[in-house]
């Protein structure tokens, strides 16, 4: 098998249980499905599902399909209906908030509580604003701009690269020190 096989010898392979076969498959319709599944908004973890229940749907027909000049409709339309169940699906859940960090969607209208939030930010950004230069330079690159690697934190602030993750260690911890003291 190889990536000139047809769809058709393929599916034939496939159907006889060729792990090869499977993954040319997937290789040739598998940004299909996936684009599918994007269309619909959906999150990337809804998305994922949808695409590996298409994937699951093909493997439960596998033995069915009896065009395989029409395999590319068949994903596209098992993955329009298994995202559109779960568009559905969604609509009836209804979200329960579960962890002290959630904020109940009262709370984001009560003054009262965006008052605290607001206090909380001018805290943050008073005791951020009281840190050295070199701190404010390396914690705004390191939360605001994350870069792939310390080579390039290394590069962008002129540190060596040793010393990013200690120095970042110390900005923090003057960092705390400054909220507990306000």
Known sequence: MDGESSTQELLAAAVCGSQDAWD?????YGRLVWSIARSFRLSDADAADVCQTT?????????????PDRLAGWLATT??????RVLH????????????????????????AQAIVQDE???L??????????????LRVLAVYPMDSYAQVSQALGMAIGSIGPTR?????????????S
Not at 24 to 28: K, M, Q, S, Y
Not at 126 to 136: E, G, I, Q, T
């Open 24 to 28: 040319l498959l997937v290789d040739r």
């Open 55 to 67: 994937w699951l749907r093909l493997v439960e027909k596998l033995s069915t399909i009896t065009d």
């Open 79 to 84: 993955a329009r209906r298994e995202a559109i």
């Open 89 to 112: 699906k969604q609509d009836r859940e209804a979200p329960v908030l579960d962890g002290a960090d959630e904020v109940d969607e009262d709370e984001r209208h009560d003054p009262e």
């Open 121 to 123: 930010y001018r805290e």
């Open 125 to 138: 950004w008073n005791a951020f604003a009281a840190l050295s230069d070199r701190c404010r330079a390396l």
């Open 169 to 181: 260690a110390r900005c923090l911890d003057r960092l705390r020190a400054q909220l507990a003291a």
